[in-house]
């Protein structure tokens, strides 16, 4: 596998479920993000890593709980969701986080809680 | 507070002619600027990008104008082709890290 891979593709839970959507890179990069993609909104930041710590929580509820157990894979955890997270959750990984921004998005994961 | 403004949300051109996209900032810090192309079932990827010491940046069809005074970037995709109907997202990053504050979007449909 090459560039960013998510899995899920797919995933529709319930708001008393707890679900987990996971992201590998595998392009040896430092620095992981999570973004919330909604319609008719800009892409919103939610989590940074670099080298696997936490740098950037950009004022997320703490029913999305992040984890980088190591520079190539990032979790996102779900849990007590509700109708307006339903959203397309997109992983990107870059370089390092010395000035060069370009970020490699990995194809997403859409979710639907119900 | 919408710190990067696109416009059109949406557009449709003829094939061969002109795209044109508009973005304003509000952040002077922002140091970089750089259009993302998304289609769909696929994240955005990088298209092109530009730094504020230049006004302009070509590549191939695709070519990026900078008015750091009016604070204001806009993309410009020449001869349009259906396989770029795409949606694209204009950016600002800053910072000693990569944190990019993306616009709201352009949905581009190229018709033959």
């Known amino acids: 596998e090459t560039g960013v891979t998510q899995t899920p593709r797919h995933l529709v839970m319930g708001m008393t479920n707890k679900k987990s959507l996971k992201c590998e890179q595998h392009?040896?990069?430092?620095?992981m993000y999570w973004y919330k993609q909604s319609a008719k909104k800009p892409l919103e930041l939610m989590f940074v890593y670099n080298f696997k710590e936490q740098t950037e929580n950009n004022s997320v509820p703490s029913r999305f709980s992040p984890e980088c157990p190591n520079s190539s894979h990032l979790f996102l955890h779900l849990h007590t969701l509700q109708p307006e997270d339903s959203a397309l959750y997109l992983c990107?990984?870059?370089?390092?986080?010395?000035?060069?921004?370009?970020?490699?998005f990995g194809p997403g994961t859409r979710l639907t809680v119900t | 507070q919408q710190q990067v403004k696109q416009s059109p949300q949406s557009l449709i051109v003829q094939k061969g002619g002109i795209s044109i996209i508009n973005c304003a900032y509000e952040n002077t810090a922002f140091d970089y600027f750089p259009w993302y192309q998304q289609f769909p079932g696929k994240g955005p990827a990088l298209l092109i990008a530009i730094r504020p010491d230049v006004s302009e940046k070509k590549e191939g069809r695709f070519t990026i104008s900078f008015n750091k005074s009016a604070k204001q970037f806009s993309l410009h995709i020449m001869d349009s082709q259906p396989g770029d109907s795409a949606t694209y997202f204009c950016?600002?990053?800053?910072?000693?890290?990569?944190?990019?504050?993306f616009g709201i979007g352009t949905k581009l449909q190229v018709i033959p």
């Open positions: 950016a600002g990053g800053s910072g000693g890290y990569q944190k990019v504050t």
């Open positions: 990107a990984s870059s370089p390092d986080n010395h000035g060069t921004y370009e970020q490699y």
């Open positions: 392009l040896g990069h430092n620095a």
